[in-house]
Protein backbone atom coordinates (compact mmCIF):
# COMPACT_ATOMS: atom_id res chain seq x y z
CA UNK A 1 0.00 0.00 0.00
CA UNK A 2 1.40 3.59 -0.94
CA UNK A 3 -0.43 7.20 0.47
CA UNK A 4 0.65 9.63 -1.56
CA UNK A 5 0.36 13.30 -0.44
CA UNK A 6 0.77 16.85 -2.45
CA UNK A 7 1.70 20.23 -1.97
CA UNK A 8 2.71 23.18 -3.19
CA UNK A 9 -0.52 24.14 -5.13
CA UNK A 10 -1.63 27.92 -5.08
CA UNK A 11 -2.18 31.56 -6.83
CA UNK A 12 0.43 32.20 -9.39
CA UNK A 13 0.21 34.70 -11.90
CA UNK A 14 0.67 33.65 -15.59
CA UNK A 15 4.37 33.68 -16.66
CA UNK A 16 5.11 32.27 -13.03
CA UNK A 17 6.12 29.45 -11.38
CA UNK A 18 5.41 26.81 -9.10
CA UNK A 19 7.14 23.61 -7.64
CA UNK A 20 4.60 21.06 -6.64
CA UNK A 21 5.67 18.03 -4.13
CA UNK A 22 3.93 14.55 -3.69
CA UNK A 23 5.58 12.57 -0.66
CA UNK A 24 4.48 8.46 -0.28
CA UNK A 25 4.32 6.86 2.90
CA UNK A 26 4.25 3.00 3.36
CA UNK A 27 6.03 0.79 0.79
CA UNK A 28 9.18 2.85 -0.36
CA UNK A 29 8.56 5.18 -3.30
CA UNK A 30 11.67 3.86 -4.97
CA UNK A 31 9.83 0.63 -6.50
CA UNK A 32 7.05 3.15 -8.18
CA UNK A 33 6.40 4.95 -11.64
CA UNK A 34 5.49 8.32 -10.64
CA UNK A 35 2.96 10.52 -12.42
CA UNK A 36 1.29 13.96 -12.52
CA UNK A 37 -1.77 14.40 -13.68
CA UNK A 38 -4.19 16.74 -13.97
CA UNK A 39 -8.07 17.83 -13.76
CA UNK A 40 -11.06 20.50 -14.34
CA UNK A 41 -14.46 20.36 -13.69
CA UNK A 42 -16.07 18.23 -16.55
CA UNK A 43 -13.15 16.61 -17.75
CA UNK A 44 -11.05 13.38 -17.56
CA UNK A 45 -7.69 13.50 -15.74
CA UNK A 46 -4.88 14.36 -18.18
CA UNK A 47 -1.27 13.14 -18.25
CA UNK A 48 1.31 15.85 -17.25
CA UNK A 49 4.27 14.12 -16.47
CA UNK A 50 6.00 10.83 -15.34
CA UNK A 51 9.81 9.69 -14.03
CA UNK A 52 10.80 6.19 -14.06
CA UNK A 53 11.81 4.62 -11.37
CA UNK A 54 15.76 5.40 -11.27
CA UNK A 55 14.76 8.89 -11.80
CA UNK A 56 16.53 8.44 -15.74
CA UNK A 57 13.68 8.46 -17.63
CA UNK A 58 11.15 11.04 -17.90
CA UNK A 59 7.89 11.79 -19.85
CA UNK A 60 5.73 15.02 -20.60
CA UNK A 61 2.23 15.58 -22.04
CA UNK A 62 2.41 17.76 -24.98
CA UNK A 63 1.13 20.82 -23.39
CA UNK A 64 3.85 21.55 -21.14
CA UNK A 65 7.46 19.86 -22.48
CA UNK A 66 9.75 22.62 -22.44
CA UNK A 67 7.90 24.22 -18.96
CA UNK A 68 7.66 21.55 -16.66
CA UNK A 69 10.28 19.44 -15.15
CA UNK A 70 9.62 16.53 -13.01
CA UNK A 71 11.93 14.88 -10.40
CA UNK A 72 12.29 13.17 -7.71
CA UNK A 73 14.31 12.02 -4.62
CA UNK A 74 13.78 8.20 -3.55
CA UNK A 75 15.98 8.99 0.25
CA UNK A 76 13.14 11.28 0.52
CA UNK A 77 10.49 9.52 -0.76
CA UNK A 78 8.92 12.74 -2.72
CA UNK A 79 8.97 13.61 -6.43
CA UNK A 80 8.59 16.90 -7.48
CA UNK A 81 6.97 18.91 -10.68
CA UNK A 82 8.54 22.09 -10.96
CA UNK A 83 6.34 24.20 -13.51
CA UNK A 84 7.56 27.42 -15.16
CA UNK A 85 6.16 29.88 -17.60
CA UNK A 86 2.72 28.71 -16.26
CA UNK A 87 -0.35 29.55 -18.07
CA UNK A 88 -3.85 30.69 -17.28
CA UNK A 89 -5.13 26.53 -19.00
CA UNK A 90 -2.61 25.27 -16.68
CA UNK A 91 -5.40 25.61 -13.78
CA UNK A 92 -6.46 22.54 -12.81
CA UNK A 93 -6.50 20.15 -9.79
CA UNK A 94 -2.85 18.41 -9.82
CA UNK A 95 -3.03 14.74 -8.79
CA UNK A 96 -0.05 12.68 -7.92
CA UNK A 97 0.14 8.96 -8.44
CA UNK A 98 1.93 5.68 -8.25
CA UNK A 99 2.65 3.11 -10.69
CA UNK A 100 4.29 -0.75 -10.33
CA UNK A 101 5.25 -1.06 -13.45
CA UNK A 102 5.58 1.27 -17.11
CA UNK A 103 2.51 0.19 -19.03
CA UNK A 104 0.71 2.65 -20.70
CA UNK A 105 2.55 5.64 -18.85
CA UNK A 106 -0.07 7.95 -19.94
CA UNK A 107 -3.06 6.36 -18.86
CA UNK A 108 -4.52 7.09 -15.26
CA UNK A 109 -5.79 3.31 -15.27
CA UNK A 110 -1.68 2.11 -15.00
CA UNK A 111 -2.05 4.01 -11.69
CA UNK A 112 -3.69 2.24 -9.06
CA UNK A 113 -2.69 4.95 -6.04
CA UNK A 114 -3.69 8.97 -6.36
CA UNK A 115 -2.93 11.52 -3.90
CA UNK A 116 -5.63 13.89 -2.69
CA UNK A 117 -4.84 16.67 -5.30
CA UNK A 118 -3.56 19.88 -4.81
CA UNK A 119 -4.96 23.22 -6.60
CA UNK A 120 -3.20 25.27 -9.48
CA UNK A 121 -5.00 28.31 -10.04
CA UNK A 122 -2.85 30.86 -12.88
CA UNK A 123 -4.32 34.52 -12.62
CA UNK A 124 -3.81 36.98 -15.74
Known amino acids: QVTLVESGGGLVQAGGSLRLSCTASGRTSSMYLMGWFRQTPGKDRDFVAA????????YYGDSVKGRFTVSRDNAKNTVYLQMNSLKLEDTAVYYC?????????????????WGQGTQVTVSS
Open 97 to 113: AAAPTTYSITSPSNYPY
Open 51 to 58: ISRSGVNT
